[in-house]
């Protein structure tokens, strides 16, 4: 494959960490309800597993002696600030499952450049994994006559 193909994948590719809902969620301040301040915990984790992918993979583009170049938010995430975090995670999971489907046909698209498939497959891996946590969080929500006070 030749190198500005590779590396345009890759900025896809990093477009997609970088850039995915959870990463938009840092700035949306979501409304966590008494009882739900795990759910922050957990989505801040994720967070930081996409930041020290999207390092990798930006460290790969800079290797090659290109710029990473990670664009902008979906604009469609703008409408989601101050809403409820439970609401936010069954959005998080659409958006996620998105992300799969993007990332594996980059996986496809990068058969001839081994080091940047393995970058997309890793990241493949942690959104799915990130995924199932999603599924995890969204499955445990407390209904709101049950929450505990705090």
């Not at 969204?138 to 006070?149: G, K, L």
């Amino acid at each position: 494959m030749n190198q500005p193909t590779a590396i345009h994948l890759l900025n896809r590719l990093l477009g997609i960490v970088s850039r995915s809902f959870l990463q938009y969620l840092k700035y949306a301040k979501p409304y966590v309800p008494p009882g739900r301040k795990e759910v922050m915990e957990m989505l801040a984790a994720m967070v930081t597993d996409q930041d020290s992918m999207a390092d990798r993979i930006s460290q790969r583009i800079m290797d090659q002696r290109e710029l990473p170049r990670t664009g902008e938010f979906p604009m469609g995430f703008t409408d989601m600030h101050d809403l409820d975090i439970d609401y936010l995670i069954r959005v998080a999971i659409n958006c996620q499952r998105q992300d799969i489907v993007s990332i594996g046909q980059l996986v496809g698209e990068l058969q001839l450049a081994p080091a940047a498939k393995s970058l997309a497959e890793e990241s493949l891996g942690m959104a799915k994994g990130h995924l199932q946590s999603l599924e995890e969080l969204a499955s445990a929500q407390v209904p709101s006559a049950q929450v505990p006070a705090s």
